[in-house]
């Protein structure tokens, strides 16, 4: 069983995500939410999800067209038809997640200009250093930028995956604790594009 390697992970945790994602969406929205996966790289997956799924996805075709070329773990465009927002999953199988993971994953939501990041450790936690500095420095996990003008931000969180009970361990380390938290923020997102 301890031969598996971290890819071998994927579907379980796109899985959990998704459902968690849509009901709880589902429960505070009464609509549904679409979360469209791709692995790999970032800008010609975008491209063939939004070709399999135009009429979800069209919302995205502007920002597929602009992002660059990058090979993440795992991401998801997450939907409602009007609204995206893109999630990017850094999963690592390691004994404990630290600074260079955490960077990495941080790297990416700022090229890709994604808003929501989680770094996934498979059945270990993060590092001293690491959990220290996501407990204390704030900055480091809800990052403010400006680009071309442009006001975004970047919220992220770091969770644990156990691959016995198929089920995160959250750790209240960064930005977004929780699937539920992830969940609240974008049914709020999608809600008030609604209404506007």
Not at 32 to 59: A, D, M
Not at 154 to 169: A, D, I, P, V, Y
Request: proline share 3%.
């Amino acid at each position: 069983m301890r031969n598996r390697n971290e890819v071998s992970y994927y579907p379980e945790i796109q899985d959990f995500i998704e459902a968690q994602l849509k009901s709880n969406f589902l429960a505070s929205n009464r609509r549904e939410l679409y979360v469209f996966w791709g692995i790999g790289e970032l800008k010609s997956n975008l491209q063939r999800i939004i070709k399999e799924h135009p009429e979800e996805c069209s919302c995205a075709v502007k920002f597929a067209q602009r992002v660059p070329p990058l090979s993440l773990d795992i991401f998801a465009l997450v939907t409602d038809g009007t609204k995206f927002e893109l999630l990017i999953l850094e999963v690592k199988l390691v004994k404990s997640a630290g600074l260079s993971e955490w960077s990495q994953l941080v790297g990416y939501c700022l090229v890709s200009g994604a808003k929501y990041g989680l770094l996934v450790n498979i059945d270990n936690g993060g590092s001293p250093r690491l959990t220290q500095m996501l407990h204390t420095e704030r900055h480091i996990s809800n990052i403010q930028t400006i680009v071309n003008g442009e006001a975004r931000e970047h919220l992220l969180g770091f969770m644990q995956w156990n691959s016995l009970t198929h089920n995160f361990e959250y750790s209240s380390l960064g930005f977004i604790k929780s699937l539920s938290e992830l969940s609240n923020r974008l049914a709020s997102e999608f809600a008030t594009q609604e209404e506007g």
